[in-house]
Nanobody, 123 residues
Framework: QVQLVESGGGLVQAGGSLRLSCVAS????????MGWFRQAPGKEREFVAA????????YYADSVKGRFTISRDNAKNTVYLQMNSLKPEDTAVYYC????????????????WGQGTQVTVSS
């Protein structure tokens, strides 16, 4: 069992930055692929970024590529999402997720989810 707790959301002006954190419980965090997803009001939850457990690669949705960076610190059981050059359309609840396998862009393939953290970008 893995429990995930996100933090770092808030209100920021367009062009600003935020860093989200997701702390995981459990001793096998280092073997889990981690993902960030977001859900805006009235929209489906969508993939934002993912990082596998073992190869150092990172994957992004086209809408955030070049602006967001996902990283992980296995010693701290934490995954981060650095968000720069934020836009009003980035406004959403951001969720981190974990799966004990290779990374995926599909939310249906993640086994564990955090409670979400609100990010609001004003214009």
């Amino acid at each position: 069992q893995v429990q995930l707790v996100e933090s770092g959301g808030g209100l920021v002006q367009a062009g600003g930055s935020l860093r989200l954190s997701c702390v995981a419980s459990g001793r096998t965090f280092s073997t889990y692929a981690m993902g960030w997803f977001r859900q805006a009001p009235g929209k489906e939850r969508e993939f934002v970024a993912a990082i596998p457990w073992n190869d150092g690669n990172t994957y992004y949705a086209d809408s955030v590529k070049g602006r967001f960076t996902i990283s992980r610190d296995n010693a701290k059981n934490t995954v981060y999402l650095q968000m720069n050059s934020l836009k009003p359309e980035d406004t959403a609840v951001y969720y981190c997720a974990a799966r004990p396998a290779s990374y995926s862009r599909s939310l249906y393939e993640y086994d564990y989810w955090g409670q979400g953290t609100q990010v609001t970008v004003s214009s």
